[in-house]
């Protein structure tokens, strides 16, 4: 899998984004993370839900990510299995 493409692999849909990860967020980093995530390079995930992931890319399931904001806080970024809507939010809001 190359995760240095600068295509997505997959449509985030609507994004959405919960109250606490819309105070602990800056824009930058925001969107970052959408960028990283839409291209298939899901952070700071465990092995076996990578390839979980890449499953679900194949087979129309969800997708998860999790990022380090600047505060060195971590958050998820979510895609639904229909692709029709992603949520970033922060680890206290899962």
């Known amino acids: 899998m190359n995760t240095n493409t600068r295509s997505p692999r997959f449509a985030l849909g609507q994004i959405l984004i919960a109250p606490q990860a819309q105070e602990q967020l800056e824009t930058a980093e925001l969107r970052a993370a959408l960028h990283r995530h839409a291209r298939g390079d899901w952070g700071e ?7 979980d992931n890449e499953l679900g890319l194949c087979e129309g399931g969800s997708v998860c990510s999790v990022f380090r904001d ?4 971590q958050f998820c970024v979510m895609t639904n299995g229909s692709r029709s809507a992603t949520l970033v939010l922060t680890w206290a809001e899962l």
């Open 45 to 51: 995930i465990r092995p076996d839900a990578v390839a």
């Open 70 to 73: 600047a505060r060195d806080e």
